[in-house]
């Protein structure tokens, strides 16, 4: 399945390099790394400036406008101390005073950018997983793959990147799981508790009370209310019940898992989030989620059986 | 045979050199017919050429790290496979390709490997390999059983057909059934049933003379209840089906649509009628809900879009035909499964019946390993 079609253009990211570029434009910025947070949308950029003790020292000032999202993170001279004074913040932007600068030429300066839109990682990492599995021995498999579209480009940029928490979502089916598992005679119950339901919304006193007899039946064979039963059968679905039947390959990560449900009471998926970081050496990864279908019915045979 | 050490296993270099280093080579092991599935390779050392061999229904859709759009590339035939050939000039960074490729074929068999190969090459000398398989995979539909002929004894009766599930992926069933007569398909949606029950009960009416209250004496005794967040999902849901896909509601008459937003309108505080009576058809709904999951997939690998099929007939039938319509989760049409069933009515009356289509869905789990090891004595 194709989760996000990537084009070879990076211009975004190349634009956002140039503006931030331009901003220490005095003092020949040279860009390091930049590590993305795909997850998070942020990104963290580490560029050295170069600070002659000049008249230049003395009568510029960096501005960096807040609204374009930058955030000062740290600054070190060459020695790796750091120098945090000569940074303030207005209302508008961020500052860098040179004056304030101890006697060094050579800094590092890391900043980090919020926010930044889900286009821009798509012209960077080709996200791909299968559109359906395939089940052995008990467990249901899919793949997953992800690469890098242009590393050229990145590599003339930076020295050095990473895309950490590369991340996509699959959906793992979970409903034969409950149909399997739940037993006839409790479904049998819901079923004429549905009959005695529409009976009653149309009116019909005649059905109603065959209704409810036949309901009354059907309820001998359970231990509890339908509520309780409702109540019972969602809580086995929840993240933490399923994610122990859940496994992924290294080099990919399991993330959240996350019922969905559908306003229905049964889920019919669980939502699988899936990391792994790339770089300029990790230029691709693949790997499988593994749901372990069978195991899991069993366990709701296991817990469903108390129904009854 | 899709695990780890199976696919090291399938995948593993065929030969060796010691100036190249192959990393990593990964194939998508599976995949629908049409869906876009990826190639990639990493490896160190110098190359003059990759080579990629592709069986015959192997279609190029995008490279990444290539120079030249992936179209272009220098492509030949030989023994029924496609060569792609890719010289070192044509990758932009060392070391590193990405493809992705389509099978746009769908196959009478449940799983169809094909064979990718690829060849590093310096002086036009292979000094290292690499091959594995991506299989094409599909859900398939078996009559196993059904009454021939089907005797119809009452105005209510169930036709009782099994199915077969077997092959790979989810089987998305619709049930169509056709005949002599009037023929009605009955598609149970949660949120329709919902608004149809509650414009039939009449309780937008003021003083409505149709509207019942749900006895107190079964409420009280049942104890179903469920949740007031739950029921107040179901009317965002409700709300949401209404302003965003008004089609599904193209039963219902302007009056009605107008009508069902005004008990679904938010925040109004002088409505005529009381809110719990709708959470009430709520409540309803949701436990239709818990049946609909039950029903609408009945084994492991299906889906059935039209658990309840029923067929009204005026009259006298001689013949039915059920027709189980298969796609799969790509959208991909497979070939019906038809099942003409002769009826024979031993009623003492002709008129008006009804037939409820109980498909009994068995599923026939395929092992991938034993279906893989026979197409590789094949190959």
């Excluded at chain 2, 029950?197 to 019942?212: D, V």
Aim: charged share 30%; glycine share 4%; with cysteine.
């Amino acid at each position: 399945m194709t989760d996000v079609s990537g084009t070879a253009s990076v211009q975004g990211i190349i634009q956002g390099i140039d503006l931030l570029a331009e901003y220490f434009r005095d003092y020949s910025p040279d860009m390091k790394s930049v590590k993305y947070d795909y997850r998070n949308q942020n990104s963290e950029m580490t560029l050295k400036i170069s600070v002659p003790n000049s008249l230049r020292r003395k009568i510029n000032k960096v501005k960096i406008p807040i609204e374009e999202g930058y955030i000062f993170d740290e600054m070190y001279s060459s020695a790796l101390n750091p120098v945090e004074k000569c940074w303030s913040r207005t209302e508008d932007f961020w500052i860098l005073d040179p004056t304030q600068l101890p006697s060094s030429e050579d800094y590092i300066i890391k900043l980090i950018k919020t926010d930044i839109e889900t286009d821009a990682f798509n012209d960077i990492i080709d996200l791909e997983y299968s559109e359906d599995s395939v089940k052995d021995e008990g467990i249901e498999q899919y793949w997953v793959q992800t690469s890098i579209i242009n590393p050229k480009i990145l590599a003339d940029i930076y020295e050095e990147f990473e895309v950490r928490n590369v991340y996509l979502s699959i959906n793992v089916g979970v409903q034969t799981c409950f149909t399997t598992a739940i037993p006839k005679d409790v479904t049998k119950t819901f079923d004429r508790t549905r009959e005695l339901l529409r009976a009653s919304n149309k009116g019909q006193r005649g059905k109603v009370t065959t209704a409810h007899r036949r309901r009354h039946q059907a309820q001998q064979s359970m231990k509890m209310s339908e509520h309780e039963a409702a109540q019972l059968i969602r809580s086995l679905a929840t993240a933490e019940n399923v994610e122990k039947f859940i496994s992924i390959d290294s080099p990919f990560r399991c993330g959240d898992v996350t019922p969905t449900s559908n306003d229905r009471i049964l889920p019919e998926e669980v939502g699988v989030d899936v990391n792994t970081d790339l770089d300029l050496e990790r230029k691709a990864a693949a790997g499988s989620v593994k749901f372990n279908k069978d195991e899991y019915t069993e366990y709701l045979e296991e817990r469903t059986d108390d129904l009854r | 045979m899709f695990g780890d050490s199976e696919i090291d296993e399938n995948n593993r270099p065929t030969s060796g050199s010691e100036q190249l280093e192959l990393t990593e080579a990964f194939v998508a092991p599976w995949g629908l017919p049409h869906e876009v599935r990826p190639l990639h390779a990493i490896w160190s050392g110098d190359i003059d050429q990759i080579q990629f061999k592709l069986a015959g229904p192997i279609e190029l859709v995008e490279g990444y790290n290539l120079a030249r759009d992936i179209k272009e590339l220098d492509q030949h035939t030989a023994d029924e496979d496609r060569i792609v050939v890719i010289d070192r000039s044509e990758l932009v960074t060392p070391g590193y390709v990405s493809l992705k490729f389509k099978i746009p074929k769908k196959f009478d068999e449940s799983m169809v490997g094909q064979e990718i190969g690829i060849d590093f090459l310096v002086n036009d000398e292979v000094v290292e390999s690499w091959s594995g398989y991506t299989f094409t995979i599909r859900p398939m539909l078996e009559l196993l059983e059904y009454p021939d002929p089907f005797v119809l004894e009452n105005r209510n009766d169930v036709l009782p057909i099994s199915v077969g599930y077997i092959g790979f992926g989810m089987a998305e069933v619709q049930i169509e059934i056709s005949g002599e007569g009037q023929i009605i398909t009955k598609d149970k949606d949660v949120f329709i049933d919902m608004a149809r029950a509650i414009l039939e009960s009449g309780i937008h009416k003021k003083e409505s003379e149709h509207m019942e209250d749900i006895p107190e004496e079964w409420k009280n005794d049942s104890n179903v209840k469920v949740e007031r967040e739950v029921l107040e999902d179901m009317a965002d849901g409700m709300r949401e089906l209404l302003t965003e896909n008004r089609d599904a509601f193209e039963e219902f008459d302007e009056d009605e649509l107008h009508l069902l937003a005004d008990i679904f309108e938010e925040g109004q505080e002088n409505r005529e009628w009381d809110i719990s009576k709708i959470y009430d058809f709520i409540e309803l709904a949701l436990i239709n809900s818990i049946l609909d999951v039950v029903e609408k997939n009945p084994t492991e690998g299906v889906h059935v879009a039209n658990p309840n099929v029923e067929i009204d007939v005026e009259g006298r039938l001689t013949e039915a035909q059920v027709e189980y319509h298969l796609r799969d989760k790509y959208e991909n049409e497979y070939d019906p499964l038809v099942v003409t069933i002769p009826i024979e009515d031993a009623r003492d009356s002709g008129g008006h019946f009804n037939i409820e289509i109980d498909t009994d869905w068995k599923s026939h789990e395929m092992d991938p390993n034993e279906v893989l090891q026979e197409i590789l004595e094949e190959i």
